[in-house]
């Protein structure tokens, strides 16, 4: 029966109609779930899916319904994860490919962890050497204070304690940096190694 009455709808459309305005009808299910139809949208159809029908019964085009704001949010979130995921796997990529392009084997990345562990040794090593030097400078100037027990020290000897004490503690905190720099140095190119390893297996794989 509802078959029908499309049908005497689509023909009734067809015949009170001008050719190019008849040649295709709205319908959507209302909130009963009955099938409601008309040459222009019907007002049951508003904010719900519907279909444009042909003249010869055919579905030619389907509109979903629009979105609620908790779906457009959702849309939204979604839209944006799947964004983030493809600049995270570009960016991937081009930081294998530079990996690649830098390393020609895992001697390679052996050779330049060992370099930049190198240099980062010498320079605390320099570091402990100027500490040296600037106790030793403390040194005297302590020596020189003992003069002057129960007098006010003279302006230069207490700048050369200030300056010795400054000197040592930079230093100091410049081999607490390098060490630091010797764990990243480790972490890189231990991940650098790993990385490698993996890219190797997946081409070998291919």
Sequence with gaps: MRAARLALLLAAAATSLPAAAAAN?????????????????????????????????????????????????????????????????????????????????????????????????????????????????????EDEAEFYKKRTLPPEIEKGLKDADFDIQAQQELIGAKQKELGAIKAKYDEDKRRYQELKRVRVRQ
Excluded: H, W
């Excluded at 960016?91 to 980062?120: F, N, V």
């Design 25 to 141: 009808i709205l319908c959507c299910n209302d909130e009963r779930g009955k099938q409601v139809c008309g040459d222009i949208l019907p007002a049951a159809c508003v904010g719900r899916a519907y279909r444009e029908i042909g003249a010869n019964g055919v579905v030619v085009r389907q509109v979903d319904a629009p979105l609620t704001p908790e779906q457009r949010a959702l849309r939204a979130a979604e839209e944006r994860k799947k964004k983030e995921a493809e600049e995270a796997a570009n960016e991937q990529r081009r930081l294998d490919s530079a990996l690649l392009q830098t390393y020609g084997s895992e001697a390679d990345i052996d050779l330049m962890r060992q370099r930049a562990e190198a240099d980062t040794l010498a320079g605390i090593k320099a570091a402990e050497a100027k500490i040296v030097e600037a106790k030793k400078r403390r040194k005297k100037f």
